[in-house]
């Protein structure tokens, strides 16, 4: 069974740090692995992946702020998000490319359920 289970998350002020991971289970090959976020009234997008090989990618808007990390025995990867901004206020969801365990399909994006970070004046 595919699984993203996310933790982490939640409330904090503006200029705090927060955390967020989140572990595969169900998915073989997976490669990228990272977080997508959307806030109210907006479109889901890119805040960083990274690859197997630990390579990384963030969106502008993150870059030197957070920090992406990823154990591939565990299938797990977390975000460190600090010096939060309160246009960092969003739904976190977890993503992971590969394919369903035991099976040889085409890859395809699978995702967490989400989490809410919200940050506060």
């Known amino acids: 069974q595919v699984q993203l289970v996310e933790s982490g998350g939640g409330l904090v002020q503006a200029g705090g740090s927060l955390s967020v991971s989140c572990t595969a289970s169900?998915?073989?090959?997976?490669?990228?692995m990272g977080w997508y976020r959307q806030a109210p009234g907006k479109q889901r997008e890119l805040v960083a992946d990274?690859?197997?090989?630990?390579?990384?990618n963030y969106a502008d808007s993150v870059k030197g702020r957070f920090t992406i990390s990823r154990d591939n025995a565990k299938n797990t990867v977390s975000l460190q998000m600090n010096s939060l901004k309160v246009e960092d206020t969003a739904v976190y969801y977890c993503?992971?490319?590969?394919?369903?365990?035991?099976?040889?399909?085409?890859?395809?994006?699978?995702w967490g359920q989400g989490t809410q970070v919200t940050v506060s004046i």
């Open positions: 993503y992971a490319n590969g394919r369903p365990a035991g099976y040889n399909y085409i890859r395809t994006d699978f």
């Open positions: 169900g998915i073989s090959d997976i490669n990228p």
């Open positions: 990274i690859t197997t090989g630990r390579s990384t």
